[in-house]
Nanobody, 122 residues
């Protein structure tokens, strides 16, 4: 089973950018649909972005479309989430996850990282 470790979170101001990384080990990310989720205090996991095996299999939530970009480097076995024009409502713990199929349901993802905190101040 693939193991995932996120990094790149931090405290930024509104309008700033961050790039999150998700390094995988134990298996190759090319075998999975890779997703990014976030969880704000008191809320459930929210699907943010997901990428599959071809460039056409890329999906974003409406709240981040046009600002966030998911990408993967199969050679480095790493998935990225480039976040631009950050807003205070983007504040959350961000998780990457690996799933066996294209899905936005967090229950269908088998492996999760430990999460990285993103805080956006106004």
């Amino acid at each position: 089973q693939v193991q995932l470790v996120e990094s790149g979170g931090g405290l930024v101001q509104a309008g700033d950018s961050l790039r999150l990384s998700c390094a995988a080990s134990g298996d190759t990310i090319s075998s999975y649909f890779m997703g990014w989720f976030r969880q704000a205090p008191g809320k459930n996991h929210e699907f943010v972005a997901g990428g599959g095996w071809t460039p056409s299999n890329i999906y974003y939530s409406d709240s981040v479309k046009g600002r966030f970009t998911i990408s993967r480097d199969n050679a480095k076995n790493t998935v990225y989430l480039q976040m631009n024009s950050l807003k205070p409502e983007d504040t959350a713990v961000y998780y990457c996850a690996a799933g066996p199929r294209i899905t936005f349901n967090p229950l269908e993802f088998r492996s999760w990282g430990q999460g990285t905190q993103v805080t956006v101040s106004s």
